[in-house]
């Protein structure tokens, strides 16, 4: 076997780590947060909705963090693997498709979009100068 090879196996592995890594936090971050939801609602029964936009918000989060973290496993992999033009424009369209996703998930959790500032609210201290 070649050194290159075992580069490219490394890498290969690498890939995929990041991509179970990925899915290992999607699943964590399903249970934990269904469980505090979960654990919430049975302790405090008049305040439901608050506890579903944390699970709400936590389940977001933790979506987009993962997306960011499968982005970069497809980086490693196209850069590294296969650079052919069909696979940097599938990289492309995937980058693309997952950062319209991404935008799409801050606007659920925030309530706006990414590339708009949060106002502060009326009754705020202004900043210091």
């Known amino acids: 076997m070649q050194p290159e090879d075992t580069v490219l196996a490394w890498i290969r592995y690498a890939a995929l780590g990041i991509e179970a890594l990925a899915t290992l936090l ?21 305040e439901q909705p608050v506890h579903y936009l944390r699970y709400k918000r936590s389940l977001g989060r933790a979506l987009l963090l993962c997306l960011e973290i499968l ?10 693997l296969d650079t052919t033009l069909a696979s940097v424009i599938a990289l492309g369209l995937l980058v693309v498709i997952r950062t319209f996703l991404s935008w799409s998930l801050v606007l659920e959790i925030e309530g706006r979009w990414p590339w708009r500032v949060e ?11």
């Open 26 to 46: 999607i699943l964590v971050a399903i249970i934990g947060a269904t469980a505090r939801y979960l654990i919430g609602v049975a302790t405090a029964l008049r």
């Open 71 to 80: 982005v970069a496993a497809d980086i490693v992999r196209t850069i590294a």
């Open 119 to 129: 106002r502060p609210a009326d009754n705020a201290a202004p900043p210091p100068s």
